[in-house]
């Protein structure tokens, strides 16, 4: 075979792995966004924190908000900087907590899952147990 015709050959069936590759991993996250149960507060996943605790946002940049603890379930927009306030309500032995931020501004809140690590214990929301 002429040697063009083998770098052309080459570079189709480079091009078709790379292209099988792409597919298999859009399945993948596809699969993976479909898998973004919250697990049950309290339950042996994610223990309840009694009570709540107050949690302020360390570190630099923005921490992103999740729908469940996996880092395939990113809530596009959704997330806290520096310096923000969360109340936490339950935690994952893997580093996961179930948090709500409530906007000082307009009194918004959102809940969702975020990395412990970005959290620095404030205190307790509420009567202590």
Same mark, same amino acid.
């Given at each position: 075979?002429?040697?063009?015709?083998? /770098?052309?050959?080459?570079?189709?069936?480079?091009?078709?792995?790379?292209?099988?590759?792409?597919? #298999?991993?859009?399945?993948?996250?596809?699969?993976?966004?479909?898998?973004?149960?919250?697990?049950?507060?309290?339950?042996?996943?994610?223990?309840? =924190?009694?009570?709540?605790?107050?949690?302020?946002?360390? @570190?630099? @940049?923005?921490? #992103?908000? +999740?729908?469940?603890?996996?880092?395939?379930?990113?809530?596009?927009?959704?997330?806290?900087?520096?310096?923000?306030? /969360? =109340?936490? +309500?339950?935690?994952? %032995? %893997?580093?996961?907590?179930?948090?709500? +931020?409530?906007?000082?501004?307009?009194?918004?809140?959102?809940?969702?899952?975020?990395?412990?690590?970005?959290?620095?214990?404030?205190?307790?929301?509420?009567?202590?147990?």
């Amino acid at each position: 075979m002429h040697p063009k015709k083998v /770098l052309l050959v080459k570079k189709v069936l480079l091009a078709a792995i790379a292209l099988s590759a792409t597919l #298999q991993g859009a399945a993948a996250f596809a699969r993976d966004i479909k898998s973004c149960k919250e697990p049950a507060a309290g339950s042996n996943e994610a223990p309840l =924190i009694s009570p709540p605790r107050g949690n302020v946002v360390i @570190g630099t @940049g923005r921490l #992103q908000f +999740y729908s469940a603890p996996g880092v395939h379930c990113a809530m596009k927009g959704v997330f806290v900087v520096p310096g923000d306030n /969360l =109340i936490s +309500y339950a935690q994952t %032995d %893997d580093g996961w907590v179930s948090v709500m +931020y409530v906007s000082p501004k307009s009194a918004d809140s959102v809940t969702g899952w975020v990395r412990s690590n970005r959290l620095r214990n404030t205190g307790t929301i509420g009567p202590t147990q």
